[in-house]
């Protein structure tokens, strides 16, 4: 049967779908993964099985959040076949080159320089807590409260139902404020203290 002419062919079609979503699926992996070797490899694994479903997947409506879905169920499955005891890595969770620490998206409106130190290790204290999140947590919140997703694509991305993603969002914002209070504890005795 030959081509008919203007019928690309399916690698091209193939590169056309998925080249727009790459560089949002690196961003979703990397949150998932916690460093970006992890990440490139999970994209990788799945394009890699995307790659012959060109027809499935120019059947896909909103290609976005199914592309984020497969990702997600790609890193499960990951997650699953590593020997017990391996936890995923955080260390790298604001090292990316290409995207900005969510906590340096925030205006700097302080001028004073021990207000600024404070607020850098308030900063570092924050990220290294969410850096200790479980992998499911800490791509929840990120993917709430600092990429802007909203609560209906999160769902939908993760196949859990909406009210799932409302009370696992407040357990985790709960937790990691809880967490918060007790490393900033100390600091607010000796402050107490010293008045």
């Known amino acids: 049967m030959a081509l008919l002419p203007f019928r ?10 998925i080249r727009p979503h790459l560089r949002a699926l690196h961003g979703f ?8 070797h992890d990440a490139e490899d999970l994209v990788q ?4 099985k995307l790659v012959s479903k060109v027809d499935e ?44 620490p969510f906590l340096e998206t925030l205006p700097d409106t302080e001028s004073d ?3 600024r130190t404070e607020h850098q290790r308030n900063a570092d204290t924050l990220r290294r807590l969410v850096g200790e999140l ?23 991305v993760l196949d859990v139902p909406l009210g799932t993603i409302k009370s696992r969002l407040h ?14 504890e100390p600091f607010g005795e000796q402050q107490r203290g010293c008045q």
């Open 134 to 156: 479980k992998p499911d947590q800490r791509t929840l919140l990120l993917m709430h409260d600092s990429d802007g997703w909203r609560l209906e694509e999160i769902a939908e």
């Open 57 to 100: 997947l120019e059947q896909v409506d909103d290609l976005k959040p199914w592309l984020h879905r497969v990702t997600y169920r790609q890193f499960i499955d990951t997650i699953r076949k590593r020997p017990a005891g391996r936890e995923t890595s955080a260390s790298a969770l604001d090292t990316r080159e290409d995207q900005t």
């Open 8 to 17: 690309q062919s399916k690698s091209k079609r193939f590169e056309a779908l």
């Open 29 to 36: 992996a990397f949150r998932l993964t916690g460093n970006q």
């Open 113 to 115: 320089p021990a207000l």
């Open 171 to 184: 357990r985790v914002r709960a937790l990691l404020r809880t967490k918060l209070e007790a490393e900033m």
């Open 45 to 48: 694994d799945v394009v890699t």
